[in-house]
């Protein structure tokens, strides 16, 4: 529970104000270096061609000044052998032990670095830096199993531990941990990547130290939460409307055992500052790998950005304004599992997560709308043994339709986390055994609106190894939802196509599916939700997107109502009729849309049947 | 009696400058750019530049031409309608885009994502693939899929090709084929193929590149054609040379088949043009700093030569082509300051452009700018006017400024000086990104500023990095065409090399280069330059196996087959030791082998004079308050023109020139060295 006093920065701070926005903007660019430094010195692909890391620099308490995910060093210090006065000026902590820093880190292959900052002898902050490593150990390469009870079966967990005492490298330790990877070359060289990220933090600080003097940096700091906290009051009360209560309910597909749907529910209202965000109601935490060990500040965080970036892209966000958020996150629920419970495949609730956060706030603000996202991000490994002998493993994470947003459409086979890239099919044709026939636009699988919804696209790979792919996708049973009249998306699919002609449907999780060299898997993800009435989109765009070969002919006459003349331009009688024709006969359109879902029994018979006959099928 | 001319094509205005080869004098010119028909505005103030320096356009022997007439089509988009021919099953490369979306967390919310220059209507899939890595054709190339799209495109009314297949790097064979049918069917189109254009690994990138080729290419082969058809007219006779994005050279011939090379002309020019300056002075490590109206381009000489990078972008988009590593931040005199929600004070990146331009340009900008900071405080005196055309108006200025002031709670001097701190933060943020987030200390650069409102602002930038001695060249506001006068003919050769330590050998790279080099040669001999005049550079960018850096690692190519690949991995392993602190024990990777193939071009001779008397005061021209650090200093303001070689003025001092201001700051003491730069070093009690 966050502290309900104001917090000490809260105040007059005794700097001017010149070199307050000089420290700010110097940290916001330092933040930004840390990134570069550890893409372009570490050798996973993950790291390297999809930017899968994440800085932050935090003040002497541990309080996030910049950044991105909110910190919990306080809690990874709680969890350590030693106490705040064990630090010394060059300890560099390491961990990726979930448990052990209250899901700061959501899974075991996040490796997490955190380096106390001295100056002149005094502790002046934190910066922290964690990636994704390609592997930890565990019982599926890639160390995501689908198939897991607990969190044993992930790999190897390093609790806090120092990596560096005192500027000396600790060897051993990380020697030990890398013995236990299938890739301990690249467990070796990703980690010391990040903790050189960090190290480029400490230069920072100390330079402005140096610059500025260290008693005016500390009051900087406290000076910049302040000012954040100050923003974000404002933001509040002129968005948030105080008295009534909304909620929002949506689901996750299934855990990849058969369990599901998922529930996830959320009401937030306000109460003076303070904006409470409750989960209960949620489900309980399931036997497979899904479990979010959603970190209650990583969760205030989430909550101030998405207010930030819908209405003041340029307020810094920071852990300033952690006493306006209450959040209440029921223990043993999915968002809250308990310790054993396997968190590999967390990426589906922490994808819906968001998505119910954007809807609840549509709900609760006037004017301001955003549909339902793919809905995860897909993620696919393929090992096996090379024509020569070798030992391969190919992690890769994939893209699906952006929902459409206030004021413009969803992008198609996108990213919805900042800054993730593809990797290039000639990169991956180069190192694994394996060709990428197609990567391509799923037509009309965005949802129809006003402002359409992205599409999700289709990867072919036709793999040239014996060995076997493990993947986890989402929302082949639920559908991104569409808002304000906006229609839901269209569902992932997953198809193995085998050299002796039978086909697969598969589930969209699954571990170690055996494949045989010229073997195909059709790897296809969801679109992206519509927001506005579908009616009211101008003709001349879905004419243009017709011809763009992105909507088809038929949905534009049966989703659009636009007739297109023989010339491809739009056919304005004949839409204006169609268009009439389709509202004469449709009813009021509901606040969101959430697609022809069977009932709740249905869907979880559907759900289990699905697995119990993959089951049948591998065994 | 022959001269040499550069031409500085920009958005607003054209800079010449002239350089008579025997008095070795230089002319300046500067007249208005034509955007809608570029090639006469260079036409023009080619003929009032030798008219100026006394000369005639059939008298130029050398003409060096830089232009962002390609940057302003990418940015404006008004390029050209560009059709793509790609491998099927991957005709949505460039809509795709790598699935990148902008942070932070619901950067999506807010991306604003261009279509693609070659749009989806415009693209075929054809079949025919290339395996990987090996290169070997798995399945032949659709030929009459390719003619039927050929014809279908040049019916549609696409006015330039791109071919962009699949694995093309290691094996053109299909590309080469589709642009041979390209020219049975179409003749008259434009092709470009992208194994031609980047021959390295990476679909979207090879694309993304090739096509902003061709999207250039209708517009800049007519340009270039109707500026040599103008000249001739003119009675010239003098070859031309279009300065591309790495500062170096090439012919107009060149510059029509990859204009994608000119993406960044401008500004490599004035970096070519400081970094000459400073290596004669014997300074050879300097940062730069060019400040002009809405940006400030800086970037990092080292050993006399600018860093280039590979990685050139332009608005939105990143393509692969060399270029000059030039950092730009949103931060010129026109940048408007703004107080925020929070509080905090933010200077650009928007600005008031040329219209309505600064509140103190008296044209009805009512925004506080840079420039209007800088009037406020006195730095640009009652005796400028700007750009030698504008009368300034002193209490818009203020006015403006006084709204900062006012949510401040400060003074207008207070607030007008915090407006300089800010823009003078953003551009050292961009200083510190070309040097210190690289490994580079800048106590050990020196510091060369140009640009219109550069010398203005680099003294307090040079004193919060320690970046001495400042240095302002002469001319500073067309740096950049001089620049163009110091560049040589220049181009890469590359081949995709992707070869560890444990495979190859000193002898296989060493053969390697040599082939490279034969090429680089052949393109040289083509564009006329003699063999005695040529000159090669050899580089491998290497990085540990699987990493994504390409680090540059200079080869001496005489020692390669005695010495191994020991030195180079030395260096290599040095430069990341530096950079990152750290090393691997992996093998080294030899990504990529480029030889840069020169041809050395005299275009300028640069005067070195007597020094003479350390008095300055026949120079000065007024004693005016300005404020500086919370004080108002009686400042001397001096006029450059005036100003002789060994006078030293002591700070605060203010020099005017005909196209920009140089702030000496108190403390500092400015010296005019035997090459007429302006020499500014922290004086003794600092």
């Not at chain 1, 002129?238 to 996750?252: A, H, L």
């Not at chain 2, 006329?528 to 690692?553: L, W």
């Not at chain 2, 190519?557 to 090393?583: C, K, P, V």
């Amino acid at each position: 529970m966050s502290d309900t006093a104001t917090p000490d920065f809260v105040g007059d701070h005794d700097v001017d104000q010149t070199t307050l926005d000089i420290i700010e903007s110097t940290l916001s660019n330092t933040r930004h270096e840390m990134d570069r430094v550890v893409e372009t010195t570490a050798i996973s692909p993950v790291i390297r061609e999809q930017s899968d890391q994440f800085p932050l620099i935090a003040d002497a308490q541990g309080r996030m000044v910049m950044g991105q995910f909110g910190s919990a060093i306080d809690t990874i210090l709680e969890n350590s052998p030693f106490d705040r006065d064990d630090l010394n000026d060059g300890d560099v902590i390491a961990t990726n032990d979930p448990y052990a820093c209250a899901g700061a880190v959501s899974h075991t292959p996040d490796m997490l670095l955190l380096r106390p900052i001295f100056y002149e002898g005094d502790l002046v902050g934190f910066s922290s830096q964690w990636g994704n490593l390609m592997d930890v150990g565990g019982k599926t390469p890639g160390s995501m199993p689908v198939q897991a009870t607990t969190i044993f079966e992930e790999g190897m967990r390093l609790p806090p531990v120092k990596l560096y005492k005192e500027g000396e490298f600790d060897s051993e330790l990380l020697e030990t941990f890398a013995h236990n990877t299938r890739l301990p070359e690249h467990a070796e060289a990703d980690i010391k990547a990040l903790a050189a990220g960090t190290k480029a933090a400490e230069t920072r600080v100390h330079e402005l130290c140096d610059r500025f003097g260290k008693e005016t940096y500390v009051e900087a700091c406290d000076a910049i939460l302040d000012r954040t906290r100050a923003g974000m009051i404002d933001l509040i009360h002129e968005f948030v409307p105080e008295g009534e209560r909304y909620t929002f309910e949506d689901y996750v597909d299934d855990d990849g055992m058969g369990n599901g749907p998922i529930k996830l529910h959320l009401e937030i209202y306000r109460e003076g500052d303070t904006v409470y965000l409750d989960w209960t109601g949620t489900d309980e935490q399931v036997p497979g790998t899904v479990n979010f060990l959603l970190n209650e500040q990583m969760f205030k965080m989430f909550t101030g950005v998405f207010l930030i970036m819908a209405f003041d892209p340029l307020l810094t966000f920071n852990d300033g304004y952690y006493d306006l958020f209450e959040v209440t996150l029921p223990q043993g629920s999915v968002v809250q599992p308990e310790f054993p419970a396997a968190l590999g495949n967390r990426l589906p609730l922490m994808a819906r997560q968001f998505d119910v956060l954007q809807a609840t706030f549509s709900k609760l603000i006037d004017g301001f709308s955003v549909a339902g996202s793919y809905g995860t991000s897909p993620n696919l490994v393929y090992a096996g043994t090379d024509s020569e002998g070798n030992d391969f493993q190919m992690l890769e994470i994939l893209y699906g339709g952006i929902p459409a947003r206030p004021g413009g459409d969803g992008l198609d086979g996108h990213s919805w986390w900042p800054l993730f890239r593809t990797v290039p099919a000639e990169y991956q044709e180069a190192y694994y055994p394996l060709t990428i026939d197609e990567y391509s636009t799923r037509a009309d699988t965005g949802g129809a609106g006003e402002f359409r919804g992205g599409h999700g696209i289709t990867k072919v790979y036709t793999f040239e190894a014996e060995g076997a792919i493990t993947f986890q996708d989402d929302r082949a049973h639920t559908y991104p939802w569409g808002v304000d009249g906006g229609k839901h998306a269209q569902t992932s699919e997953k198809k193995l196509l085998r050299t002796d002609g039978t086909e697969e449907e598969l589930p969209s999780k699954v571990e170690n599916v055996p494949v045989s060299a010229g073997d195909k898997l059709v790897f296809s993800t969801a679109g992206g939700g519509g927001l506005g009435d579908p009616l009211e989109r101008d003709p001349a765009v879905v004419a243009k997107e017709v011809e763009r070969g992105l909507v088809t002919e038929s949905a534009a006459s049966d989703e659009y109502g636009v007739v297109l003349a023989d010339d491809g331009g739009v056919d304005e009688a004949a839409t204006a009729d169609r268009r009439e024709e389709l509202r004469s006969e449709r009813d009021e359109p509901a606040a969101f849309d959430y697609g022809p879902l069977p009932d709740d029994a249905d869907l979880e018979e559907r759900i289990a049947a699905e697995r119990r006959e993959f089951e049948d099928r591998h065994d | 009696m022959t001269h040499n001319l550069g031409v500085d094509v920009g958005g607003t205005f054209t800079d010449v400058i002239v350089f008579d080869e025997a008095t070795h004098e230089l002319t300046i010119d500067k007249v208005l750019s034509t955007p809608e028909n570029p090639s006469r505005g260079v036409i023009r103030g080619i003929e009032e530049a030798t008219t100026k320096a006394d000369t005639s356009v059939a008298d130029l022997e050398l003409l060096f031409h830089g232009t962002t007439v390609v940057t302003n089509m990418l940015l404006e988009e008004t390029g050209a309608r560009v059709g793509l021919i790609t491998s099927s099953g991957h005709e949505d490369v460039l809509h795709l885009a790598r699935a990148w979306t902008p942070g932070p967390l619901y950067g999506w919310m807010d991306m604003e994502k261009p279509e693609p220059l070659a749009d989806l209507v415009d693209t075929r899939g054809v079949d025919g693939t290339i395996s990987s890595p090996d290169g070997e054709e798995t399945a032949p190339l659709d030929e009459d899929a390719v003619r039927e799209a050929v014809r279908d495109l040049e019916a549609a009314g696409v006015e330039s090709l791109t071919v962009a297949l699949l694995n093309a790097y290691l094996n053109p064979a299909h590309e080469e084929r589709v642009r041979e049918i390209v020219a049975e069917e179409a003749p008259e189109l434009p092709v470009s193929i992208s194994s031609e254009i980047v021959p390295e690994y990476g679909e979207y990138e090879r694309t993304l590149t090739t096509v902003i080729n061709d999207y250039a290419r209708p517009t800049v082969i007519e340009y270039l054609e109707e500026l040599d058809d103008s000249l001739a007219d003119a009675g010239s006779t003098a070859t031309m040379n279009v300065v591309r994005s790495d500062g170096g050279l090439m012919s107009s011939g060149a510059a029509t088949e990859r204009p994608v090379e000119l993406a960044l002309s401008g500004p490599s020019g004035g970096v070519v043009g400081a970094a000459t300056i400073a290596s004669k002075k014997g300074v050879p490590d300097v940062l730069t700093l060019d400040m002009g109206g809405t940006s400030t381009d800086v970037s990092l000489v080292e050993g006399g030569s600018p860093e280039t990078t590979r990685q050139t972008k332009v608005g939105y988009r990143e393509f692969k082509s060399r270029s000059v590593d030039v950092n730009t931040v949103g931060a010129g005199g026109g940048s408007i300051a703004r107080v925020q929600l929070s509080g905090s004070l933010q200077v650009g990146p928007e600005s008031s452009g040329a219209d309505p331009g600064p509140a103190c340009y008296g044209q009805g900008g009512e925004e506080p700018t840079v420039t209007d900071a800088n009037v406020v405080l006195g730095r640009i005196p009652e005796s400028v006017r700007l750009g030698g055309r504008m009368e300034l108006d002193r209490e818009a200025a203020r006015d403006a400024v006084a709204t900062v002031a006012d949510e401040r709670g400060s003074t207008v001097e207070e607030a007008a000086q915090a407006i300089l701190d800010i823009v003078n933060e953003n551009m050292h943020g961009a200083l510190r990104v070309v040097s210190v987030e690289r490994g580079y200390d800048p106590r050990e650069f020196g510091l060369v500023a140009f640009g219109g409102a550069g010398p203005m602002h680099a003294n307090a930038l040079a004193d919060v990095m320690g970046a001495y001695p400042l240095i302002v060249p002469p001319g500073p506001g067309v740096m950049s065409a001089f620049g163009f006068l110091t560049s040589d003919v220049q181009n890469e050769f590359s081949e995709t090399y992707l070869e560890t330590e444990d495979d190859v050998d000193g002898e296989d790279v060493y053969e390697k280069l040599r082939e490279l080099e034969a090429e680089a040669g052949e393109w040289l001999a083509s564009e006329g330059v003699p063999e005695d005049d040529h000159a090669f550079d050899y580089v491998a960018e290497c990085r540990y196996f699987r990493q994504d850096i390409r680090m540059s690692i200079p080869i001496a190519i005489d020692e390669l087959r005695e010495t191994g690949l020991a030195e180079i991995r030395d260096d290599f392993e040095a430069r990341h030791d530096r950079q990152f602190g750290f090393s691997l024990d992996a093998p080294l990777e030899i990504a990529n082998l480029r030889v840069i193939g020169k041809g050395m071009l005299q275009g300028v001779t640069i005067e070195e004079r007597e020094l003479g008397d350390a008095d300055p005061s026949d120079a000065e021209i007024d004693v005016d308050d300005v404020y500086f650090d919370g004080d108002t200093d009686e400042t001397p303001i001096y006029d450059r023109t005036e100003l002789r070689p060994g006078n030293e003025l002591d700070g605060p001092a203010i020099v005017t020139d005909d196209d920009s201001t140089v702030v000496v700051q108190p403390d500092h003491v400015a010296t005019i060295d035997r090459y007429a730069n302006i020499e500014i070093t922290r004086g003794e009690d600092q």
